[in-house]
Nanobody
Framework: QVRLVESGGGLVQTGGSLRLSCAASGRALHLYTVGWFRQAPGTEREILATIGWWRGSTTYADSVKGRFFISRDLAKDTVYLQMDSLRPEDTGVYYC????????????WGPGTQITVSS
């Protein structure tokens, strides 16, 4: 089973940038599709971006398209989320998760990292 740990969260002003990391251990990350999710207080968890296991193809939610960029370093078994032009509505807990192969069933989750965007 793959284990995930997110890092890179914190407090940032509107318009600022952050880069999140999702470090995997236990199994090679290239076997998985990896997604980044966000949960704001009082809301359901939403998927923001994914990177596919085979060719590294990416998808983005409309709310972050053009501002957030997902990438991976398979040599480091790490997936990144570069977040630019941050807005107060981007505040929340950010999680990475894996789905085996091309599945959309995310079964392994990290503990999450808090991001707060001040206005």
């Amino acid at each position: 089973q793959v284990r995930l740990v997110e890092s890179g969260g914190g407090l940032v002003q509107t318009g600022g940038s952050l880069r999140l990391s999702c470090a995997a251990s236990g199994r090679a990350l290239h076997l998985y599709t990896v997604g980044w999710f966000r949960q704001a207080p009082g809301t359901e968890r939403e998927i923001l971006a994914t990177i596919g296991w085979w060719r590294g193809s990416t998808t983005y939610a409309d709310s972050v398209k053009g501002r957030f960029f997902i990438s991976r370093d398979l040599a480091k078994d790490t997936v990144y989320l570069q977040m630019d032009s941050l807005r107060p509505e981007d505040t929340g807990v950010y999680y990475c998760a894996t789905a085996i192969g091309g599945s959309t069933n995310y079964t392994n989750w990290g503990p999450g990292t808090q991001i707060t965007v001040s206005s």
